[in-house]
C-alpha cells in the first residue's frame, strides 16, 4: 500500500509559476514510477508527466513540454512538479499517482492515487 499527498497548488496569473509535491509512504514506495495527473472542470483526468522509479527517465504530455518539469528524491520519498509560463488551460486539479511502469498514460495503469490539489490560473 502506498499513500500519496499532494501539496503547492494555488492561484497565479498567466506566465507565473508554481512546484508542486508529492510525499509518498508506504512499503516499497521507492521502487515505484511517479506522475502527474490534471483533471480540469467537465474533462476527463490527463497524464502530465511521469518518472521511473530511478529518475532516469521522464515522459511529458505535448502541451507541457518544455514548461514543466518533473522531478523525483528517493531518499525523501517525493515527486516534485515545477510548472513555468502557466497558462489558463492549466487550471485544473492536480493528482499524484504511483504504478509499475512510467511511461504508461492510461490513469487504469496507475495504481495509487492522492486527493489532488487544486491549480487555478488567471488570464
Known amino acids: 500500500q502506498v499513500q500519496l499527498v499532494e501539496s503547492g497548488g494555488g492561484s497565479v496569473q498567466t506566465e507565473g509559476s508554481l512546484r508542486l509535491s508529492c510525499a509518498a509512504s508506504?512499503?516499497?514506495?521507492?521502487?515505484?514510477?511517479l506522475a502527474w495527473f490534471r483533471q480540469a472542470p467537465g474533462k476527463e483526468r490527463e497524464f502530465v508527466a511521469s518518472?521511473?522509479?530511478?529518475?532516469?527517465?521522464?515522459y511529458y504530455t505535448g502541451s507541457v513540454q518544455g514548461r514543466f518539469a518533473v522531478s523525483k528524491d528517493n531518499t525523501k520519498n517525493t515527486v516534485d512538479l515545477q510548472m513555468t509560463s502557466l497558462k489558463p488551460e492549466d487550471t485544473a486539479v492536480y493528482y499524484c499517482?504511483?504504478?509499475?511502469?512510467?511511461?504508461?498514460?492510461?490513469?487504469?495503469?496507475?495504481?495509487?492515487w492522492g486527493q489532488g490539489t487544486q491549480v487555478t490560473v488567471s488570464s
Open positions: 499517482a504511483a504504478g509499475s511502469l512510467s511511461r504508461q498514460r492510461d490513469t487504469r495503469d496507475w495504481t495509487y
Open positions: 518518472i521511473s522509479w530511478n529518475g532516469k527517465n521522464t
Open positions: 508506504g512499503r516499497a514506495v521507492s521502487t515505484y514510477a
